[in-house]
C-alpha cells in the first residue's frame, strides 16, 4: 500500500474569496507543510495573493510535468484557463464557472492517479457552473463522471465533532418525500456508519432526523415517519448500527450538540445545512465521502459582497485541508493503477480539449 501525503487544491470560482483563501492556504506553515497541489490559473492565484496582502513563493510545473511525478513540497499545477481580466470579481460569471469546472477536473484525476490522497478545492458557485454547463446539478455528478466512478459518493457536513448527512441533496423541496424509500435512508445509515468508523468513531451514533413536524405527530402531520424513517432505522438497529430515530429536527441537533449523537442524518439539503452553519459558519467543512479519497471544501460559498478586500475567513478552508488530512491518514488505500498516472497528462489534456461544459 502506497503512503500518500498530498492535497490536490483546485481554486474554485474566480469572481468570490477562492483564490484569495487559496493564496493564504499556500502561505500559511500549518495549512500547508509543503504538501499541497494547487491547480488553476497562476494570474488568478497571484490576484487571490495581492487580495490576500501576502507574497507567494511556489513553483510551478504544466500538467505535461504531471507524468514524471512531482517535486518535493508544494506546486502550483497552471492549467491557464482563466484570464482575471475576463471575469468580475463579486459576480458569477460562465468564464469563473468554466475555470471552476476544469480545476476540479484536473484535481480529480490527480487524486485518482496517485499523486495526492486528497481532493480539496475552495468554493464553487453552482449558478456559474451552470452558466458554464447548463445540466450541472452538483459536484457528486461530475465527480462520476469525471473519475467513472462505481458508487456515487455523498455529502456531509462536519462541525467540529458534529456531523451532517443527508439523505437527499440537491432537489426541489417538493421531490423530497416521493425520493425517499426506506432502502435509501438505511444506505445512508450505514454509509454514514461506514465514513465516520474510518474517521476514528469507534460505533458512531447516529440521529435520524424525522421528515415532518413533530416527527408525524402519530400521523397527524404524514405518514412518511412511520412508514418510511422508522422501518430504515429498525432495519439499522438490527444491523448493529447505533441510529435513533426518526426525531423531530427541531430538537435533534440540540441533542446531538450536547454530546447525545456524533452524527444527524436529515431528509433534506437545508434540513441540516441551515442549523450547521447557525452552529458554526465559518468552520464548518463539507466533505463528499465514498470515493477512494476524501473531497473536501469549506462548507461557506464564495461570499461574493466580500470578493477581493481580504477579508475572507479562512477557518473552514483551514478545516477542510485539515479533514481530509485526517481522513487520508485513517484510511487505507489500495495502489492506483500505474497506468492511471502514467495516461495523467493525456487525460487532463484531453479533458480541456473536449470541455468540460459539453
Known amino acids: 500500500m502506497a503512503t500518500l501525503r498530498r492535497v490536490a487544491l483546485a481554486i474554485g470560482d474566480v469572481g468570490g474569496i477562492g483564490p484569495e483563501l487559496a493564496a493564504r492556504v499556500v502561505v500559511d506553515a500549518d495549512a500547508n507543510p509543503g ?11 497571484e490576484m487571490g495573493a495581492r487580495h490576500a496582502r501576502v507574497s507567494l513563493d511556489l513553483p510551478t510545473i504544466a500538467p505535461d510535468d ?32 468554466r475555470a ?44 462520476d463522471r469525471t473519475i467513472n466512478a462505481t458508487r456515487s459518493g455523498r455529502e456531509f457536513n462536519v462541525l467540529d465533532e458534529v456531523w451532517n ?26 454509509l454514514t456508519d461506514e465514513v465516520m468508523r474510518a474517521a ?10 424525522a421528515l415532518n413536524p413533530h416527527a408525524g405527530d402519530g ?6 415517519d412511520e412508514d418510511v424513517i ?23 441537533f440540540v441533542r446531538a450538540t450536547r454530546g447525545e449523537f456524533d452524527a444527524v442524518l436529515t431528509m433534506f439539503h437545508d434540513q441540516g445545512q441551515i442549523a450547521m452553519k447557525l452552529l458554526g459558519f465559518d468552520r464548518g467543512v463539507t466533505l463528499i465521502a465514498g470515493y477512494p479519497f476524501p473531497i473536501v471544501t469549506p462548507a461557506h460559498g464564495t461570499a461574493y459582497d466580500i470578493a477581493g478586500q481580504g477579508k475572507a475567513d479562512t477557518g473552514a478552508t483551514f478545516n477542510a485541508v485539515a479533514l481530509g488530512r ?8 489500495p495502489d492506483p493503477d500505474p497506468d492511471l498516472r502514467e495516461t495523467l497528462p493525456q487525460r487532463i489534456e484531453k479533458m480541456l480539449r473536449a470541455g468540460v461544459t459539453a
Open 230 to 252: 422508522r422501518p430504515a432505522v429498525e432495519r439499522a438497529q438490527e444491523a448493529q448500527l447505533a441510529a435513533t430515530g426518526p426525531i423531530p429536527s427541531d430538537t435533534v
Open 200 to 209: 476514528g468513531y469507534e460505533h458512531p451514533r447516529i440521529g435520524v432526523a
Open 100 to 143: 471552476s469546472l476544469e480545476n476540479f477536473a484536473v484535481a480529480l484525476l490527480v487524486a485518482q492517479s496517485g499523486l495526492a490522497d486528497v481532493a480539496s478545492f475552495t468554493p464553487f458557485n453552482k449558478h456559474a457552473m451552470r452558466l458554464a454547463r447548463p445540466d450541472y446539478v452538483d459536484e457528486i455528478g461530475f465527480v
Open 165 to 190: 448527512a443527508r439523505v437527499t441533496s440537491h432537489i426541489p423541496l417538493r421531490e423530497v418525500s416521493d425520493s425517499l424509500s426506506a432502502d435509501r435512508i438505511y444506505d445512508s445509515i450505514r
Open 219 to 224: 400521523r397527524n402531520f404524514g405518514d412518511e
Open 326 to 333: 485526517r481522513l487520508a491518514k485513517m484510511q487505507t488505500r
Open 66 to 97: 504531471l507524468g514524471a511525478g512531482l517535486p518535493e513540497g508544494s506546486v502550483f499545477v497552471d492549467v491557464g484557463n482563466c484570464d482575471p481580466e475576463t471575469a468580475p470579481v463579486g459576480t458569477s460569471s460562465e468564464v469563473g464557472g
Open 35 to 45: 504538501d499541497l497541489i494547487v491547480i488553476g490559473d497562476r494570474r488568478v492565484l
